[in-house]
């Protein structure tokens, strides 16, 4: 017997990013130019530490939770010429020219909602090479006040390499919440 498509388990190269500054300024896309696919993203993973406390003459430790903390998100995509979207905004953070923080969305789509099957209207000269309908994600990661870390603008050279160079991002977020599509 098939399995329905809607308990299937979302894949994990099914996503989108987008960073959007203040003023609604795009901070990982060229203005002009369709934005670039990621190949990979981590997802945040939220922990809890823990609070000990030793109250007077108890035996044991009390725990409690403490601060909560999240791990650091890394972007990775090729390099592209004429394309220097990572280090420009890894610039703002080290001169503090301009606002650097931006709110991060990671959307991770399933396929029974998110592969098109009418191309849906988007703003002229951004084609959707992806396939997926960005409108209609099974889960959106928000991070807020995101800004860079560490970037590497481009792979390690090597003239005996033929990999393609990639190009990585770090970025650190004060807190995140997770949107759960119903539809998705």
Known sequence: MARVMSTDPLMNFRFHVDATGVGGVQKLAVPGRPQA????????APTNEVAVYKEGNFVYERKY???????????SRGVIRNEGVFWNWMLQ???????????????????????????????????????????NPAFIYHLFEAFPTSTKISG???????????????????????EENPAG
């Open 156 to 178: 390690d050279l090597n003239s005996t390499d033929n990999n393609v160079s990639m190009t990585e991002m770090t970025l650190a977020f004060e807190y995140m919440n997770v």
């Open 93 to 135: 953070v080290m001169e503090g020219s301009g606002e650097y923080r931006a709110d991060v969305a990671i959307k991770h789509f399933h396929r029974d909602t998110s592969l098109l099957g009418v191309e849906p209207v988007r703003p002229a000269g951004t084609p959707n090479f992806t396939q997926l309908n960005f409108d």
């Open 65 to 75: 939770p403490g601060p909560p903390k999240y791990n650091e998100v890394t972007l």
């Open 37 to 44: 696919g990621f190949v990979s993203c981590t997802v945040p």
